[in-house]
């Protein structure tokens, strides 16, 4: 049985920094590439940034870049995602999602995840 456990969440202010984590198990973690996702209240789910397999491509989603960071660990079968400069428009209830890849792309479209954890929210206040 796969599980992606995300943790980490919470209430912030504008302009701190917060570092979610995803745990896997019952899957070959090398084999996916993982992702982060992030859906408020009233919108559709929007990709926030992915990671290859192998880590050598990451793909941010302009509203990340410069501010937000993915890691991930093979071994410990973890992605981590180092959130900084964080704005009230970043609240959201955040996703780790993993993509079962031949390749090693980042996919940016929630079809194209297999799996998905429960989710953790994200509030940033003003």
């Known amino acids: 049985q796969v599980q992606l456990v995300e943790s980490g969440g919470g209430l912030v202010q504008a302009g701190d920094s917060l570092r979610l984590s995803c745990t896997a198990s019952?899957?070959?973690?090398?084999?996916?590439?993982m992702g982060w996702f992030r859906q408020a209240p009233g919108k559709e789910r929007e990709f926030v940034v992915g990671i290859s397999r192998n880590a050598i491509s990451i793909d941010y989603a302009d509203h990340a870049k410069g501010r937000f960071t993915i890691s991930r660990n093979n071994a410990k079968m973890t992605v981590d995602l180092q959130m900084n400069s964080l704005k009230p428009e970043d609240t959201a209830v955040y996703y780790c999602?993993?993509?079962?890849?031949?390749?090693?792309?980042?996919?940016?479209?929630?079809?194209?995840?297999?799996?998905w954890g429960q989710g953790t929210q994200v509030t940033v206040s003003s």
């Open positions: 019952g899957l070959t973690f090398s084999d996916y590439a």
């Open positions: 999602s993993a993509a079962n890849m031949a390749g090693f792309g980042v996919p940016k479209y929630p079809r194209s995840y297999n799996f």
